[in-house]
């Protein structure tokens, strides 16, 4: 029996005592084959390295592979794939239709990901392994119908970009496994060759994990695109693939007959014939149906760009700033370019236009020593030339496409030639990722041939695989690398020589942006600078304004200023309209465009916003920043003296009535409100200007306090902040004592870019200091304790040891405060004694709090942790010498920081100068006279007092906790003026406006007890949260005696 002959064999191996896995392989390969005489069992060792499974089961006829089985060593205790075989089993059930896992004696069969059938074969009995016949039979069909079964039906776009996603992946990982591999003395067919091609040629910073992506990307979507194609779909195959993907995308089609056609390195060839197996089942007529809808979901293209990208890496998807724009929006900014073009440059065809100019472009055959050679020549080119430099799936070109095409409703006869002669030759889009780009080009070549359109074979698509924020590269040597070089060149051409006249689309919206090549930098300079001014922005971190977005706006910026003339329509995020940071950037605008439109959409969740009736506003994207379309029209006829015409407008409520209002409107159709820009802010929304110049005659926070910076970051918390120095102790002794393995596994401690186990160890020594152990003001009313050296990256990650050293060795005080908020309401002011967390005084993101000590040490830093240092006030004086000369008296140092703390809590002064406080740090007015100064003075002080709660211990509280029991805190609330905190136990007596009041980005009751959930409360913790209620209550008072 066969069964019989594969367990003695396997026996023979088990006893010699020295068998590993590698030892049954040949067993099992012989076994399958005997079972499945049609198929070929492939069993190739080279390949494994590669992430390979062990064996392939392919047709006979064909060799496309059917199942696969990846096998482990005998009484391999993971077989259902739970821990030291997860990533891999995983990789194997989301890219592989059929897939067994087998110790040689236990098969696991996988279906679509899901476990299908158990069956036993084998155990072993002492030394011996016998066999288990009464499933054989079983086995036997199952093992069959896996192989013979041919792959579902695909008829979903989503479930296809989800398959296409899992094998994508499969050949990445394959992928990086070859270049961790391959040496230096390679040729130029081989991958290595491949990935320097691309980075001399495209992508100069392109790490080998991304290209990887880009190789995987390029063979699934060659593989669609060529399938697309396909009339004959029964016999598709990876050789047919090379030739079939359209000429409309020449590069992708040089590109996959290169790395994937006939030469196919066989370390992957197994993955892409899987792939070709799976695009032979797949219905694509019935995937296509629904393409040209206004439907967001029937357009599989948009599936394939989401859902694949989603499946693949949705880290992927972050880090581009990639995110799909809703229709509406797209048609709004393309109506509402054709109707600028018609209004504001007299051309009324808008979009449609054809005319053409003179132009001079680069002769690339000058040859300075032939007579009559001339460094440029004087072409004529389309005046109206449109440029996606940020392309993605090509769903703007596909909307001008659709807008131009309206124009010829009673004029298809025309359309062949104009397409040919007018509309793809201005038509230009540049993509850095492969997948959209492939997409791009299969959408615009699906809808031109939907309109009519018969494809000239010579025409290509100008969608280009680029860089937009690059300059263009010269040929280099391969053959490959030429490829490469000519679709790169070809894009240099638009952007050395094409006078683009609209920039369109949405850019990629990124904080952390990789692309900070030279020429982009220096661009970017123009917004880094004052307002009117040569001078740097007086800014301590502007890197906001490297967010990819910005850039994007500064280069399409810098092909509109060369042409002269044109149009910039952007979508994106909307934080450069108000926020400080960005006052260069307006003014450079303003500079550079005869007329700016900003249409806010809003919907910014960071910022909590509502709509101005108190109805939900909602973001058009799925993303919490909020987003605005913004216009920018440059005619040529504006003085260079003069600043541009601003307008703006609002849009808030459900995303629905957004996307309805795009519907019906274009820029023309909107009444506007008109802004006159403004020093110093120069502000892109509307703004109050009189109560702004009543506002700015104060002086502002960062200006008196010369020295300040954010709150400490130790990006370990949960390790480094204890409840008390005991703790402390132990945790840094086991820092000392315990090796690196020990502390992760003990505390689950991981190493990041600005902390690492063996920095903080190098950084505490080898013995603990106990006077480096302090006091932390982590939140409002909780005092924690830190192991603090104030080496940067230390064992605090940013220990802000310049301006918090301050706070160590004796009494000081600081104002904490932020520079913006991200909701409506300010309340973001606060008072420490000890150094402060940076979330101390919310945890937002855009509300980082500041800390302004009010004495510091004229002297180095690091002598702060004397006990006696020698401080002074931390204030510019010539802000002092002017509040002394109003007052006709000399103040002190700690009067004027009570007088300004009060005011930061006046009603009336939060009110009048809401939006400003939202915007930067807070201004504070100058006193007008002493009685008016010491009134403030005298509430400040008591404000300061309640909330370092000096003498504390003091105090008389009045509430009352009656009730005896656990002290556990369960769920915490308040009812009928008790804070509940368990079922039986409460604190009495308290007004409800304590436990809501709201102090900065938390309601400190209740934070306190909420970040206590399932501890015991002890004497001395039940204590100070009276102590926390008291200081509430009297505050909420004292709030009401301050009018300003």
């Known amino acids: 029996m066969v069964l019989n002959e594969y367990i003695s064999e396997l026996n023979h191996q088990f006893q010699t005592g020295v068998a590993r896995e590698l030892s049954y392989r040949t067993a099992l390969q012989q076994f399958i084959s005997s079972l499945l005489p049609d198929m070929v069992i492939i069993n190739e060792p080279a390949r494994f390295d590669f992430g390979a499974p062990d064996y392939i089961i392919a047709r006979r006829s064909d060799n496309l592979p059917t199942c696969f089985i990846e096998a482990k060593d005998i009484g391999d205790t993971d077989l259902d794939g739970h821990r030291q075989h997860k990533e891999q089993f995983n990789r194997y059930k989301n890219s592989l239709e059929r897939v067994i896992f087998t110790d040689y004696l236990n098969f696991h069969f996988y279906e679509n990901g899901e476990l299908r059938l158990k069956i036993r074969l084998g155990e072993i009995i002492g030394d011996h392994i016998v066999a288990i016949s009464n499933d054989f039979e079983l086995f036997i069909f199952k093992i069959k119908d896996f192989a013979h079964s041919s792959i579902h039906r695909i008829t979903s776009a989503s479930k296809l970009a989800k398959l296409m996603a899992g094998k994508a992946l499969l050949l990445a990982d394959a992928i990086r496994k070859i270049l961790k591999d391959e040496s230096e003395n390679y040729t130029g067919n081989q991958i290595q060759g491949q990935y320097d091609a691309f980075r001399q040629v495209l992508i100069h910073d392109l790490s080998s994990n991304d290209f990887a992506d880009i190789y995987a990307q390029t063979i699934a979507y060659g593989m669609f695109a060529a399938r697309m194609h396909d009339t004959t779909p029964e016999n598709f195959s990876r050789q047919e693939a090379a030739t079939l993907i359209p000429k409309t995308n020449p590069f992708l089609r040089q590109i996959f007959q290169t790395i994937a056609g006939y030469d196919l390195d066989e370390r992957i060839a197994w993955i892409v014939d899987d792939l070709a197996n799976m695009f032979c089942a797949t219905d694509m007529p019935r995937i296509l149906r629904g393409y040209g809808s206004n439907n967001r979901h029937s357009d599989p293209m948009i599936h394939f760009y989401e859902d694949f990208l989603s499946s693949y890496n949705s880290k992927l998807r972050k880090s581009k700033g990639v995110w799909y724009t809703p229709s509406p929006v797209v048609r709004f900014i ?75 409703a009673n004029r298809q006869g025309m359309w062949q030639g104009y397409v040919e002669d007018h509309l793809l030759p201005r038509l230009n889009g540049f993509e850095l990722l492969m997948a959209p780009y492939a997409i791009a080009h299969l959408k615009l070549d699906w809808l031109l041939g939907h309109t009519g359109y018969i494809h000239n074979v010579d025409r290509r698509i100008r969608v280009y695989l680029t860089n937009s924020l690059e300059e263009y590269h010269k040929d280099i040597g391969t053959l490959f ?58 800014e ?109 407008f609002d849009l808030y409520g459900k995303r629905n009535h957004k996307y309805e209002f795009l519907n019906a409107n274009d820029y023309s159709t909107i009444t506007y409100s008109e802004i006159i820009p403004a020093a110093p802010m120069y502000f892109f929304v509307p703004k109050d200007l009189e109560l702004g110049a009543e506002y700015n005659e104060g002086f502002a926070i960062n200006e008196l306090f010369v020295r300040n910076s954010v709150g400490i970051v130790t990006t370990k918390d949960s390790f480094l902040i204890c409840n008390d120095k005991d703790t402390v102790k132990k945790r840094i002794r086991d820092l000392i004592t315990l090796s690196e393995e020990e502390l992760r596994s003990k505390y689950g401690l991981t190493d990041t870019r600005d902390w690492s186990i063996s920095r903080a160890k190098n950084d505490v020594g080898d013995v603990l200091n106990e006077i480096k152990i302090t006091e932390i003001d982590y939140r409002w009313g909780d005092v924690k304790f830190l192991y603090y050296t104030g080496l940067t990256n230390g064992i605090v990650a940013r220990p802000r040891f310049h301006s918090l050293s301050q706070m160590l060795s004796c009494r000081n005080f600081a104002l904490l405060t932020v520079r913006q908020i991200a909701g409506n309401e300010w309340s973001h002011v606060s008072v420490s004694t000890r150094i402060v967390d940076d979330c101390r005084v919310s945890n937002r993101t855009k509300e980082r709090g500041y ?84 009134r403030l003075v005298e509430i400040g002080t008591k404000l300061r007092d309640l909330h370092t709660m000096a003498d504390s211990e003091q105090w008389d509280t009045f509430t009352t906790y009656p009730v005896n029991g656990s002290n556990e805190v369960k769920s915490p609330t308040y009812k009928d003026g008790k804070i509940v905190i368990n079922d039986t136990q409460y604190f009495g007596n308290i007004d ?11 309601k400190p009751a209740q934070k306190w007890l909420k970040d206590r959930k399932g501890q015991i409360l002890s004497h001395d913790d039940l204590r100070h949260y009276e102590e926390i209620i008291y200081a509430l209550d009297n505050t909420i008072k004292l709030i009401g005696e301050i009018d300003i």
């Open 851 to 934: 800390v302004f000590p009010l004495f510091i040490n004229p002297g180095e830093a690091g002598s702060s942790f004397d006990e006696t240092p020698n401080l002074i006030p931390n204030f510019n004086l010539e802000i002092i010498d002017k509040i002394n000369s109003s007052l006709g008296e000399n103040i002190e140092p700690l009067e004027l920081f009570d007088y300004i703390y009060a005011v930061l809590h006046s009603p009336s002064y939060r009110k009048r100068y809401a939006e400003f406080l939202k915007i930067d740090f807070p201004r504070i007015p100058y006193p007008h006279n002493s009685a008016e100064y010491h």
């Open 992 to 1002: 409800e406006r304590v436990w809501e009041i709201s102090i900065g980005g938390y």
């Open 334 to 408: 393309v109506k509402s370019v054709d109707e600028i073009l018609k209004r504001e440059f007299g051309l009324s065809m808008g979009l449609a236009d054809y005319s053409k100019i003179d132009h001079k472009v680069i002769n690339e055959q000058y040859n300075p020593r032939a007579r009559g050679s001339h460094r440029t020549n004087i072409i004529k080119i389309h005046k109206v030339q449109i440029l996606d430099p940020a392309t993605g799936t090509g769903t703007f070109l596909a909307e001008v496409i659709k807008c131009i095409y309206g124009k010829f």
């Open 540 to 648: 301590k971190n502007s890197k906001w304004l490297n967010d990819d977005y910005v850039k994007f706006i500064r280069m399409s910026q810098y092909f509109i200023e060369n042409n002269g003339e044109g149009i910039l329509a952007f979508i994106n995020p909307h934080g450069f309209l108000d926020n400080p940071t960005f006052r260069g950037m307006r003014w450079n605008l303003l500079k550079t465009y005869d007329a700016i439109y900003t249409i806010d959409l809003h919907g910014n969740s960071n910022r909590h916003e509502i709509a101005p009736d108190g109805g939900i506003d909602e973001n058009v994207f799925d993303i919490k920043q909020g987003v605005s379309i913004n216009l920018f029209i440059k005619t040529g006829k504006k003085k260079p003296s003069e600043l541009g015409k601003l307008y703006h």
């Open 481 to 538: 690398s030429q490829w490469l070089s000519r679709e790169a060149n070809e894009a240099s051409r638009i952007k050395r020589d094409t006078p683009v006249m609209v920039l369109i689309g949405n850019p990629p919206y990124n904080g952390s942006s990789a692309n900070k090549g030279e020429w982009i930098m220096r661009l970017m300079e123009d917004y880094k600078k004052e307002p009117d001014s040569t001078r740097p922005l007086d």
